[in-house]
């Protein structure tokens, strides 16, 4: 998981704010909300490892913006933020790299709203500079004699693999299973797997650091990120804001930069 000191909120962070939520606030706190049409207080966003990048890239652009607000990230694997939320850790926007790990929020009646769809994203086979393993497609990975990496079953990298595997018809040998896309990335970045299967925005995200293989299966789990505010955000007016970027022209072009796909209309 990822660190952006002063945004980030880590699932232990979480629980501890979650654990001391019912404390007092100090005389340092700044209330949430907005005055003069300058947002103030604390947003707290949890959303999708395959985020992390452009995400932050938003929330820096929402401070500078408003230089009495400050934006808080907790990336993770959206199955891990979606358990958080119905175990009522305390936040403001959640951002799903599938609409199931939404379900699991919008069944429990936490959101202010109906879910946006903003993005989609589809895998790519991710190897180090160079491909030493010699990995050309999908059906390496079922070689025993690669070392592969690919995402657990309950997040969505995980669950669109198992969908192109099954679409190819390729029984996978998986030597591990992270629990979101960055971890199955760090593993290329680090030499220590011949391939990952991760997403496209992961791919270009790393730049010089991994080698992207597309594959045709890949079409077969088109991933769509859903967006929502959540009912007990504790700043709904910032969370409004960050919402409306994401969906914004300029949202929509830093998302595409970052290698997400418009949604398809």
């Known amino acids: 998981m990822s660190t952006h000191p002063r945004r980030l909120v880590t699932a232990l962070g979480l629980a501890v704010v979650l654990a001391g939520c019912g404390s007092p606030a100090s005389s340092s706190d700044v209330a949430p ?20 990048d452009v995400f932050t890239g938003l929330g820096d652009r929402l401070m500078a913006e408003h230089r009495s607000l400050e934006v808080r990230f907790s ?11 119905v175990q009522g850790a305390p936040a403001d926007v959640f951002a799903s790299a599938n609409e199931s790990q939404m379900r699991v929020v919008t069944d429990a009646g ?19 500079p160079g491909n030493p393993g010699r990995v050309t497609g999908l059906a390496d990975f079922a070689d025993p004699d690669l070392a592969l990496a690919i995402c657990a079953a309950d ?26 896309v960055r971890a199955a990335l760090t593993k290329v970045e680090l030499g220590e797997v011949d391939a990952a299967l991760v997403y496209a925005s992961d791919v270009r995200s790393a730049g010089s650091a ?9 079409e ?23 919402v409306d970027l994401v969906r914004s ?16 209309s």
Do not use: H, M, W
């Open 33 to 52: 909300g907005s005055a003069d049409g300058k947002l103030t207080g604390t947003l707290t966003v949890l959303a999708a490892a395959s985020l992390t």
């Open 75 to 85: 990336f993770a694997g959206s199955s891990a933020l979606a358990t958080q939320i």
């Open 110 to 128: 936490l959101e202010a709203g109906a879910p946006t769809l903003f993005a989609e994203n589809v895998l790519e086979i991710a190897v180090p």
């Open 155 to 180: 997040v969505p990298c995980g669950a669109a693999a198992r969908q192109v595997f099954e679409a190819a018809g390729v029984t996978a040998a998986p030597d591990t299973e992270e629990e979101d």
């Open 210 to 218: 991994v080698e992207g293989i597309p594959f045709p299966e890949a």
């Open 220 to 242: 077969e789990a088109v991933n769509a990120y859903p967006i929502c505010i959540l009912g007990a955000a504790p700043n709904p007016d910032a969370a409004r804001a960050f």
């Open 249 to 264: 022209e300029e949202g929509q072009a830093a998302l595409e930069g970052a290698g997400f796909r418009p949604q398809a």
